[in-house]
């Protein structure tokens, strides 16, 4: 689980301060489910929770551990606030006056792979866009990219169409490989289709290719994303 913390600020003319104009918690869960009995697929899902106007929040370290067991999210209105928290024993706690839940599934990530920033999108309808369509109109927004082949995906298993990396440039001659590792998916888990995409570490450039790609998306297709950034790479 991912968690972010962030407080809006307002300077007060009066005072000539900051005061706090709110408080807002972004939770991140990656769990993934048992294999499909028919595809033989296991399913990764992220569920993200979004509080607005929070006024208290606590969250509990297991003890000798960096992660526990959340298995369910428990809700209630109380006294014109939201209320929530998971399981019983209430790992994570958040009063707060608004809340948006959305969750996307893909395939598990690739073994060994431990990104830095993730990004996934999960369409409503639609096709999966090809690889010469997305560097077509990163060309147009004036970024041009070249794309770098990544090991044949096995679609039978993954659901993955086609994977690769996206560097900035047309020089082919230039050895730089390293990139944006995106990856496309079919039809799944009652979506059109998916869209995955991750640095593996603190390139500037992958990171702003990760953000034209988003924006792109979001112009052109419906559907839900969720973004998370693993502080120290954990």
């Known amino acids: 689980m991912a968690c972010h913390l962030s407080r809006q600020q307002l300077f007060d003319d009066q005072s000539g301060r900051d005061v706090l104009a709110g408080t807002s918690v972004t939770l991140v869960i990656q769990y993934v489910e048992p294999a499909d009995g028919r595809s033989g697929v296991r399913l990764q899902r992220w569920a993200q929770l979004?509080?607005?106007?929070?006024?208290?929040?606590?969250?509990?370290?297991?003890?000798?551990?960096?992660?526990?067991?959340i298995e369910a999210l428990q809700a209630e209105w109380y006294r014109g606030r939201m209320r929530?928290?998971?399981d019983q024993d209430g790992e994570v706690y958040v009063v707060c006056g608004q809340a948006e839940f959305k969750e996307v599934a893909l395939p598990p990530p690739v073994a060994g792979e431990r990104p830095v920033r993730e990004w996934v999108?999960?369409?409503?309808?639609?096709?999966?866009?090809?690889?010469?369509?997305?560097?077509?109109?990163?060309d147009r927004r004036a970024i041009p990219c070249r794309w770098v082949h990544g090991e044949e995906p096995d679609s039978a298993?993954?659901?993955?169409?086609?994977?690769?990396?996206?560097?900035?440039?047309?020089?082919?001659?230039?050895?730089?490989?390293?990139?944006l590792l995106v990856r496309g998916y079919g039809p799944r888990d009652g979506v059109a289709f998916g869209l995955s995409a991750r640095t593996q570490g603190?390139?500037?450039?992958?990171?702003?290719?990760?953000?034209a790609l988003r924006r792109l998306i979001a112009e052109r297709f419906e559907g839900d994303d969720i973004g998370l950034e693993r502080i120290g790479g954990l």
């Not at 509080?51 to 960096?66: K, R």
Request: charged share 25%.
């Open 50 to 69: 979004r509080c607005h106007d929070v006024s208290d929040f606590s969250l509990f370290e297991q003890e000798g551990a960096n992660s526990g067991s």
């Open 84 to 86: 929530l928290w998971f």
């Open 121 to 138: 999108f999960q369409a409503r309808e639609g096709a999966l866009p090809s690889v010469e369509w997305l560097l077509a109109e990163l």
């Open 157 to 179: 298993e993954a659901g993955c169409v086609w994977s690769g990396a996206l560097v900035r440039g047309t020089d082919r001659a230039s050895a730089d490989t390293t990139g």
């Open 202 to 211: 603190e390139d500037h450039e992958a990171v702003a290719l990760m953000g």
